[in-house]
């Protein structure tokens, strides 16, 4: 049992199209984190998201944490092939524990 | 956010023979560190806690014998691959937790290839 489902595993798209990523779970978590990973390098922080409804800007990144806290999306405007990577969302499974869960991931290719 | 290293990035080694990864946080103290396996095509899969002074927390279905880790200061984090054989082939990350939130930053990883 996933305890973060993302959706969708796989997409492929043109530059300049737009894409929404979501990050879906039964189980309500104090925080979740966003990373982007390139092949054969580590996942790099995006963002971190805490108060339920919060809306947070990254360039042309969007990501929202849904109201009570069990979803999230991230949302990328004008997509560029510098966004391709594997888009991972990730957290807590106990409040503080430091552990996470992870998503499945999204990977996510920009075709010029 | 934190930095971390890995050395090696990549290490190719014969099956039966052990393997030492090392993880290092370069710009805080990490009394937390955690390793993770990633297989191709999939997100990361913990495998265990490692704690600064204390034994390692390991994931179930993880061999404690096989994957030694050893955290014997706040900056340096070791996993050592013993008797490697084929299907430990992966790629290995570790990561620190920030303490003060939920975040983690992760290394570069590095990739084990058992011949």
């Known amino acids: 049992t996933q305890l973060l489902e993302q959706s969708p595993q796989f997409l492929s798209i043109q530059e300049g199209e737009n894409l929404t990523v979501y990050c879906n779970s039964s189980?309500?978590?104090?925080?979740l984190q966003w990373y982007r990973q390139e092949p054969g390098e580590g996942p790099v922080l995006l963002v971190t998201v805490v108060t339920g409804g919060e809306v947070k800007k990254l360039k042309r990144l969007t990501f929202q944490f849904g109201d009570a806290r069990k979803d999230s999306s991230l949302h990328i405007t004008a997509a560029q092939p510098g966004d391709t990577g594997l888009y991972l969302c990730a957290g807590p499974l106990i409040q503080g524990a430091q552990k996470l869960v992870f998503g499945q991931g999204t990977r996510l290719t920009i075709n010029p | 956010g934190a930095v971390v290293s890995q050395h090696p990035s990549w290490v190719i080694c014969k099956s039966g023979t052990s393997v030492k990864i090392e993880c290092r946080s370069l710009?805080?103290?990490?009394?937390?560190m955690f390793w993770y396996r990633q297989f191709p095509k999939q997100s990361l899969m913990l495998m265990a806690t490692s704690n600064e002074g204390s034994k390692a927390t390991y994931e179930q279905g993880v061999e404690k014998d096989k994957f030694l880790i050893n955290h014997a200061s706040l900056t340096l984090s070791t996993l050592t691959v013993t008797s490697a054989h084929p299907e430990d082939s992966s790629f290995y990350i570790c990561?620190?937790?920030?303490?003060?939130?939920?975040?983690?930053?992760f290394g570069p990883g590095t990739r084990l290839t058992v011949l």
């Open positions: 189980s309500v978590f104090s925080s």
């Open positions: 990561s620190t937790a920030s303490g003060i939130t939920d975040t983690q930053y």
């Open positions: 710009d805080f103290q990490a009394t937390t």
